[in-house]
């Protein structure tokens, strides 16, 4: 998946039905509104609630930037 990938307009978080951004370096989308990320796996997004990790505070900043 790319930053330009058609996809990413569509796919939304499952827990707040919010945008999620796409981290390439880490394979995985992000929910910076719940500190959540999940993971791509195969080229595929793994959007089920029980596949999101939650992120603790300074990874959050990390992710997100300053």
């Known amino acids: 998946m790319n930053p330009t990938d058609p996809l990413l307009k569509i796919l939304a978080c499952p827990l707040d039905k919010g945008p999620l951004t796409l981290l390439p370096a880490e394979n995985a989308l992000y929910?910076?509104?719940?500190?959540?990320?999940?993971?791509?796996?195969?080229?595929?997004?793994?959007?089920l609630p029980s596949s999101g990790e939650q992120v603790d505070e300074s990874e959050h900043r990390r992710l997100v930037g300053p």
């Open 31 to 47: 929910n910076p509104r719940l500190h959540r990320r999940y993971p791509i796996v195969d080229g595929i997004p793994q959007l």
